[in-house]
C-alpha cells in the first residue's frame, strides 16, 4: 500500500566507551519497516561526533567497513527514514548534525510539526537559513536559539516544546548527554530500556530495544523528556498530561511490527482483535481466511479464529524484490512481482481475503484477480482499517496526488471494481478498541483532529514557495 | 539453515525480438530463493550473445541501467547461483558462454555431476583447459566434443547425457535454438509454459513461469530433452523411461517456493503434508502451533490442521537484514537479528515449534531461547525432515565441515541440548508421502543413493587438486 | 609538494536555457588543478535549483549519467574543492545551498576570512546554528541576514562585504540573478568572459573560460561586484580602490594554470620570470637545466634561456598514480612511483634542478636521489619561491604541523640534507616583479600582513572548539 | 592520436612469501600508458592462485581494500590492457587463469598472433571450447596440449612457440615457476631485474622495473625463455637467432615511456633523435620549438637542439580529463577540453610543432586551430613518424574503420587541410636511427613484413564469425 510514516528513531548511552555504531545498527535493522529511503548514525566519541548516513538501507549503507570505520563512543543517536527518492535527498538524512554557541548537536525526528510553516517563516524573518526541508531542521533552530538563554539543553528543549506543535518523537544528542522526548500528545511511539551491561537504549519501538538485548523499561510518557548523562536518568514532566494521549492508531494497524508493544498494547494483539471485529460485523461464509502478507497477517488469524473459519496461506510475498524494481512497460503491475497465490491453497474455495488497508483500490484490484486466476470461487475482502477519508498532519503520509477510493464509493462499488465479491472495512466506532488507552487519534479516519489544522499542508510547502520568491 | 541448493535455471524464446532481458529478470526474482550469490542473464540478439553477470541479488546485478542496456533478443538464458562468497567467484558465474567450432553455446545448470572427477580428468588428458571449477564447463566441453561429429547441438547433448552421471537440469543457448534437458532420474525439477504473446519460457520452478506471465504446460520429463527453435518445440525422448524418477524430496521440504508445483505435486500440499505426518506421529498437548519463518509455516499450518491445536504467529522474520551482516564480537547469533518472538503470542503457553530442518541444532537451540526469553511455557519441536544422515552428491550442500548433531545424539539428547521439551524428526519411512510418484531421492536420509556413488566428493575437489601438481 | 589552496569557483548564464551543467562541467575540468577533493554543480531551472556534489574528482562524481541528470537551465555555479578526505566533509562540499525568506541561494567560494572566528561567534550569539565548518556557510549566513533588510540580494552582499575580512572570490547564484564579487584587497583570481553563444561565464581562471569558448572580457577588479541578470551586466564598485591590490603571489608560482592569465600578467610569463631571476642571482656551472613536472618546468625554460645552459628533459611524471595510492610499508615514497629519472639525459651530467617550492624538504630530498641514482654528476638546485617562512590566513594551506625546514636550516644545510650540491631560492625582494601590478600578497615569505592578523588561525578551529563546549 | 597497442606485462618472483601484490601493483601503476581499459594481478600463495582483475585503471581496480585483500605470495603475474569497451569483455581482463591436468597457470601476453585464426580452428576442430576472443586464451591452450607430452611447462612452452607466429611476450605462472619469453622476432619489448631483496622482476618496459626498485639486468632475448624457479634463473635459448630482431620501431615513437630503454636504445634518446632528423630533413624559419605533451615534447627538444630554435611550452595538458568524457553535442573536440594554448607562448609567433604522428588528420587540425587562436603566426608542423599506410598484425591497433589521411594526400594537402603553413612526416628511410640495432618492424609505414600476412585480419574476426555459425 501507498501509506507511509516517516521515520524511526534510536539512541544508545553508556558511562563507558563501547560499540555504539553497531548497537544502533542493529537497532535501525528492527526499525527499518519504518522507513527504507535512508539512515545514519552519528557516534559521540567523547564530544566528537562521527557520522555516516547515506541513501538506501540500514544493509546498503553501513556495509561492514562503514560500520567498522566508526570508533567506540559513549553515545549513538540513529535514525532510518522515508522519503521521496533522487540523490538531492541525501540532504535530508537524519540525524542532522548542528554547530551553535553551545556546542554540536545531532537531532532525530520522527513526526510531523503542524506549526512548521509558521515557524519557519518566523525563524527567517529573523535571519535564519535553512539547508534542508525537513522539520527536524526548524526543531533543532528552536532548541538552538532558546539554549541561547537556557542554563542547559534540556531546559532549551522543553522551552522549545512551548512552540513546537504536531507530533514529534526526538532523540537529541549533545556532547555530555543524550535525550529523548515525546511531544504532548504522544502521536508517535517512543520506549526505553537497558541491557544487562548497563547501556540505556531508547527507541521507536519495543522490537529494536530487544534487537539489541535491552529489557524494555517502559514508553516515553506524552510530553515527556528524558534525560540521559553523568547523573543518570531524569524524567521532565512539565508537559505532561496537559492533553488527552493521541497516538496515532495507524501505528497498530500498519506501521508497527506485530512483535512490538506500545504504550501497553501488543501490535500483535491489536491486529487480532481487528480481525475479530471484522468477523463479528462482517461475517462470510468462505471455506478459508487468508491475509496479504505480512501485514495482514495478524487480522487474518484474528479473522479465522473468531469465525471458526479456517486460516490458510494463500499468498506468497517475494522478498527479494529490489526497491528499483521497474516494471515492464505496458504493465505497471508490481504485485504480480511481488505476490503470488498458491494454487493449492485457494483453487475452488471460496476466501476471506484480509488486507490492512485500501487506497486508491489498484493494489487490491490485482490481488483479487491473482486469486481469481489461480481458481478462487468467491472473495470477500475485509480490511483491517477503516477508509481513508482525511488528510493526516501528524507524519502519515497518504500520497497527496492519491485518488482516495473510499472518498467517492461505497464499499459495494468498491468491491465491484475490484472482481470482489465483498467488501468490509473496520468500523471506525470500534477503532477505540485496538489501543490500550481506549483513546487515539484518528483524524485520518474521522476528521477529528486533536489540534489546530495548519494552513499550508503541502509536503513539499517549502521546496514550492522557494522558487517563487526573489525573482 | 545451512543446507543450500546451487541454483535456478531460466530460459524464453520467441519467433520475433521482445525484451528478453527483462522477462529473464522477472524470472530469476522468482528463483532468487534458489540462490544468492551470483545471477546472470544472456541474451541472444540475433545471433550475437549479450551478457551481463555479477555477484549479488538480482535487484543488485540487475539494476535498472543494466537491464535497460540489453538489446532486445529473439532468446534468452538466465541463472542464479548459490555458491561460496569473494569476488574470485565472478569467473563462476552462469550462464557460462562458449565460443567453439559451431558458434557460441550459453549453459545454465542446476544439480551436481557424480563422475564431474572422471570426465574433468578425461578431459584434461586430452588437452582440455578449464577456466572455472564448476561441473558445468564439463558439461559445455563434453556437448561441444560431440558436436564435432553430431549433426546438430540437440543431437550433441543426447550424445552428451550418455556420459554424464548425476543430477542437472539445463538450458542450453545457441545462436539458433534454446534447449533444455533434465536428467534421466529427474533429480532437480525443470517445467515449461508458453505466454498468450507465444513466448515459450523453461524455468526450474512453476512460480517462475506465473511471475512472467507464462502459463504451465508441464514439467520437463526426467531424461527428456526439448529443442524450441524455427520447428517450434520438438521433444526428445531418448533417454527417458531407462530409470526409476528420483526427484530430490528435499525440493518439497526446503528448496522449492510453495506457490511451486512440481511433477504433480504443490511444494504447499507437500508440506502442509508433513506437518500432518508429523502431528500423526508425534502428538503434542500444547495451545499454540508456529513455525519458523518463512519455510517452516505451511507444515506449522498442516500440525495445526491435523491436531486442532490452534495456529499461532509467534515469530517475526526481519526481511531487511542484508547478507552481509556481521554479528558483533562475542554474540555470533545472527538468529536475534533475524528473528524475534511475538510475546504476546507465546508467553505462558505451552508450543508445538515446526522447522524444516536441523543441521548442526544451533539455530534451533537460539529459537528455542527466544521463544523461552518471550515467556513460552513448553516447547516441542518437530521437524519437517528426517535427520541428515548422508553427504548428498546431487547438488545438496549441507557444509561439508558441518557438525551433524543428528549422526551423534538422539532426538532426546539434542532436545536437551537446545533446551526443548521435546523433539521428534518426521519419519523417513513417510517421506514417500511427500511427493506425488511416491518415489524420490531420499539419499541424504537413508543412505540409498541412486547412483554410484563418487570416490572423491569433496567440493572442492577441482580447485585442491590443482595445487598440488605441476610443482 | 604540500601547499594547497582550497577552491575553484565557476558561474554561467544565459538568457534562454542552456546546458548550464555540461559547460559548468568542462570550467571545472579545467580548474581541477585548483582542489580535487570534491566538486559540485547547481542548476538554476527557472528558479528550481536543482544540484549535485560528492567527493572526486569531477570526471569522477560527473560520470556521463550524472551529468545528463541535470535538466537544462538558465544558469549554474559550480565549485571545485581542496580539503581533507572523509565521507563526513561530504557536508562541506560546495556550492553550499541555503533556503532562506527571499528564496534560495547557492554560494561557491575560494579564499579564507581572516575574522571568520569572530563572525561566527557573533552569529552563534544571536541564535545561528552551522552545519558545515566552513567559512562559506558564515558568508550565506550575513548575506542572508544583511537581505532581510536590504531591497536586493546584490545590496545585501555589499552590505556583508562591510563586515567580511581576508580572501574571497565568490559566485553566487540566487532564482533570478548569478552574482559573482572579489574582495577588496583581491587576493584570489577571478575574471569573466562571454562565449559566442551569449552565455557569460565566470571563473577563478581564465583557462576555464577558454574551456567553455567563452572570450576572456575582464579580471573582476578587487572589491568589485558583478551582477548578472535581466538587466545585463552591472558592476557595483562601492568596495573598490580602497586598498592596494594584494593577489596571492603564489597564484603565479604554484597555484594556477600556466595558460592563465591573473590581472594581466601570464602565469607562464611569471614563471618563466622567476626562472630568469634565479639565472641571474643564483648562477650555475652545468649542462642542462630540467624542471620537475609540471609545475617546475616553466620556471626551468626560463633559467635555462637566461643562462645559456641547455634545456632538457629529466623527469618523467606517471599520471596515473591516484589520489588512493598507498606506498608499501616501509617505503614512503611516493615521490618514486609518482616520478622517475631519464637516465639517458641526465647520466654523467651536471644539473640545474628547478622546483617551485621547498616545505619539508623529503620531496626534494627524494628528487636528489632519485637523480643521483640515474648518474648525475651534480646537482643544482634552484626554487622558484622564497622559502616559507609565515602561515598563511588567505587560503594558503601549508600542512599545520609541517616541519617548514627553511625556518631552522640556511640553504647550505638544506642543499645538504638533501644531498644536491647547492640550493638557493627566490629572492623575496623580487617576488614583485612576477606580478604585473608590481604589488602582491607574500605575507607567508616576509611575514607583511596586509590585514589584521586573527588570534586563532587553527585551520580547524571550528571543530575542535565545538567539542569543548556543553560539557 | 587513435593509434593503440594492447597491453604491459609484468611478473615478481622470490624464494620467500613477499607482498607480490603490492609490487606488482607499482610494475603496473608504470606500464599504465601501455594499456588503461582493465587490469589484473593473479599472486601465487603456494599454489594457490588468487587474482583480482577488472575493469578501469590500476588506481580503480586496485583500491587500497582490494590490495590489501591479497596474500602475500612467492611470486604474481600481472598485465594492464588496452581494448573495447564494455561490461562484456570483462572475461578479456588477463592474466587469465586456466585449469589442466598438469595443475593452473596463469598467462599474461602482449602482442599479437598472425596465425591466431589458423590456430583457432585447428583447436575448435580438436573440441577446443573458448571463453574469449583473445589471442592469449589460443596461446594457453597450444601449451597446455604440449604440456601433455613434455616433462616441464618450460618444454611445453618451447614446443608451442614452433606453432606461434607473430607477436608476443609472455608472462606464465604455474604452480612453481614463473616464465617469460619473447617472440623469435622481438616485436615487443621484454626486461628483467632484480630489487635488493633478491626478487626478480620481469616487464614490458624498463620503467615498471625501476618502479620497484629492480635493477635493469637485460632485455629478454628474442626467442628467449626465461624460467625463473627453485633453480634460479635458466635461459632457454633454442628459439633465438634463427630470424633477424624485428623491434617494432612505434615503441620508440610512441608507445614506450621516454625513460625506459630497449633493447639497448633509450626512447628519449630515440625521440630526441626523430626530432634531430626532422630539423635537418625538413627545416623551418620559426621563433619556437614546441611539442605536443606529452609524446611530442622529447622530438620537440631533438628538433630545437638541432635547429637551434628555441624550445617553448605552447600546449598544456589537463590531466584530469577522465576516460569518460563525453564532448558536448555538436562539439565533438575532446581536444579542446584536453589540450589548451599558453597564448603568451605563441602569439605573434612562428612555430615549429611536433607531433608523434597524424591518423585521420582531426586531432591535428584542432591543435592548429588552438595555437592560430592563441595567435601564433605561422604553424609548421613536423610529424616524428612516417604516414601510416599499411595495417599492423602484431598489436599496433589503427583503427580499423580510420580514415587514414595519409593514403589518400600529399602532406602538402594534409597541411592546407589542417590550416597549416607546411607539414612534414619522418622520411621511412631513416626510422632504422631510432633502434640501437638499426634492424626494426617497420612494416605499417612501409608494407615490408616480417612475416606471411595473415587472411583474414579484422580484430572481431572470432566474434564475427561466431554467430554466422550453428543456425
Known sequence: ?????????????????????????????????????????????DGLFVSR????????????????????????????????????????????????????????????????????????????????SSDTETIAYIVTRERLGAPSIEEALSRAMDTLEGAYSLVLMSPQKLICARDPLGFRP?????????????????????????????????????????????????????????????????????????????VHAARLEAGRILARAYPASADLVIGVP????????????????PYGIGLIKNKYVGRTFIAPEGRSDMVSIKLSAVEEAVKGR??????????????????????????????HMRVSAPPFLFPCYYGTDVDSDADLIARRHTPDEIA????????????????CALSASRDCCSACFDGRYPLKVPADTRKNRFEQKLSERDK
Do not use: W
Open 1 to 45: 500500500m501507498s501509506v507511509h510514516e516517516e521515520c524511526g528513531v534510536f539512541g544508545v548511552i553508556s558511562d563507558k566507551p563501547f560499540d555504539a555504531a553497531g548497537m544502533c545498527c542493529r537497532g535501525l535493522y528492527a526499525l527499518q519497516h519504518r522507513g527504507q529511503e535512508s539512515c545514519g548514525i552519528v557516534v559521540n566519541d
Open 53 to 132: 548516513k547515506g541513501l538506501g538501507l540500514v544493509s546498503e549503507v553501513f556495509a561492514p567497513d562503514v560500520l567498522s570505520s566508526f570508533p567506540p563512543g559513549t553515545m549513538a543517536a540513529a535514525h532510518t527514514r522515508y522519503g521521496t527518492t533522487g540523490s538531492s535527498s541525501l540532504a535530508n538524512c537524519q540525524p542532522i548534525e548542528v554547530n551553535h554557541l553551545k556546542g554540536r548537536m545531532a537531532v532525530a525526528h520522527n513526526g510531523n510539526l503542524s506549526n512548521a510553516a509558521e515557524l519557519r517563516s518566523a525563524l527567517e524573518l529573523n535571519g535564519a537559513i535553512f539547508h534542508t
Open 190 to 266: 517512543l520506549c526505553f530500556g537497558r541491557t544487562e551491561g548497563g547501556v540505556y537504549a531508547v527507541a521507536s519501538e519495543s522490537c529494536a530495544l530487544k534487537a539489541v538485548g535491552a529489557e524494555f523499561i517502559r514508553d516515553v510518557e506524552p510530553g515527556e523528556i528524558l534525560v540521559f548523562g553523568r547523573d543518570g536518568v531524569v524524567s521532565r514532566r512539565e508537559h505532561c498530561g496537559k492533553a488527552p494521549k493521541k497516538l496515532c492508531v495507524f501505528e497498530y494497524i500498519y506501521f508497527a511490527r506485530p512483535d512490538s508493544v506500545i504504550d501497553g498494547r501488543s
Open 294 to 309: 505480512d501485514s495482514g497477517l495478524d487480522a487474518a488469524l484474528g479473522y479465522s479464529r473468531e469465525s471458526g473459519i
Open 350 to 379: 471460496s476466501i476471506v481475503l484480509i488486507d490492512d488497508s485500501v487506497v486508491r483500490g489498484t493494489t487490491g484490484g490485482r490481488i483479487v484477480s491473482l486469486l481469481r486466476q489461480a481458481g478462487a470461487k468467491e472473495i
Open 416 to 431: 465491484r471494481m475490484m472482481g470482489a465479491d465483498s467488501l468490509a472495512f473496520l468500523p471506525v466506532e470500534s477503532l
